[in-house]
């Protein structure tokens, strides 16, 4: 079993910076892309920021030159490092990893179980 842990939201002022972080652990023979995705009540989750294992991205327009994803692939963890946050970016941020439990072997996605950011106008 695979699980991902998320940490590093909170509450801001408009304009300020979180950088939230996501640590995946247990039966992982290899990550290939992961990703933060976000969520308001009554909403559909949606992507906020996708990166390869090889380090290609890829943004949603709304944070596109103000969040920035990066990985550490020998520690399996994924980063959102948000900058010049807004009002509207108050959302539960969730991780995933698309994930090889064995070689050769169907990949698997999985969740983390989300973080609050909350950005006070």
């Known amino acids: 079993q695979v699980q991902l842990v998320e940490s590093g939201g909170g509450l801001v002022q408009a304009g300020g910076s979180l950088r939230l972080s996501c640590a995946a652990s247990g039966s992982i023979f290899s990550i290939n892309a992961m990703g933060w995705y976000r969520q308001t009540p009554g909403k559909q989750r949606e992507l906020v920021a996708i990166?390869?294992?090889?380090?290609?991205?890829n943004y949603a327009d709304s944070v596109r030159g103000r969040f920035t994803v990066s990985r550490d692939n020998a520690k399996n963890t994924v980063l959102l490092q948000m900058n010049s946050l807004k009002p509207e970016d108050t959302a539960v941020y969730y991780c995933?990893?698309?994930?090889?439990?064995?070689?050769?072997?169907?990949?698997?996605?999985?969740w983390g179980q989300g973080t609050q950011v909350t950005v006070s106008s």
């Open positions: 995933n990893a698309n994930t090889y439990i064995v070689p050769g072997a169907r990949s698997t996605l999985y």
């Open positions: 990166i390869t294992r090889g380090g290609s991205t």
